[in-house]
């Protein structure tokens, strides 16, 4: 059974950063693609940043692209995004997905995620 799991969220002011993790067990995270979304207070979810399986393709979301960095370690079968210059309109829960499509690309559309984690809260502060 895969398992998806996310930490490193907390409560940050505006202009900190926060680095966010994701564990994955139960499937070859090498070869397993992986993305970001985040959910805000009465909105829908949307697409924060992708990752192919080894890390040398990634894509992010246009109003994020400076701020945030996807990455991976695939030793520690991690994947993180790397939060700076954070805004008040960041404050969402983040969740990771885990795909089993194929590895090498990316994907940024939800349905195309197969495991997801239960998601992490950051609330930023103005």
């Known amino acids: 059974q895969v398992q998806v799991v996310e930490s490193g969220g907390g409560l940050v002011q505006a202009g900190g950063s926060l680095r966010l993790s994701c564990a994955v067990s139960?499937?070859?995270?090498?070869?397993?693609?992986m993305g970001w979304f985040r959910q805000a207070p009465g909105k829908e979810r949307e697409f924060v940043a992708a990752?192919?399986?080894?890390?040398?393709?990634?894509y992010y979301a246009d109003s994020l692209k400076g701020r945030f960095t996807i990455s991976r370690d695939n030793a520690e079968r991690r994947m993180y995004l790397q939060m700076n210059s954070l805004k008040p309109e960041d404050t969402a829960v983040y969740y990771c997905?885990?795909?089993?499509?194929?590895?090498?690309?990316?994907?940024?559309?939800?349905?195309?995620?197969?495991?997801w984690g239960q998601g992490t809260h950051v609330t930023v502060s103005s």
């Open positions: 990752i192919n399986w080894s890390g040398a393709t990634t």
């Open positions: 139960g499937r070859a995270f090498r070869s397993t693609a």
């Open positions: 997905a885990a795909t089993r499509g194929y590895g090498a690309i990316i994907y940024s559309k939800g349905y195309e995620y197969n495991y």
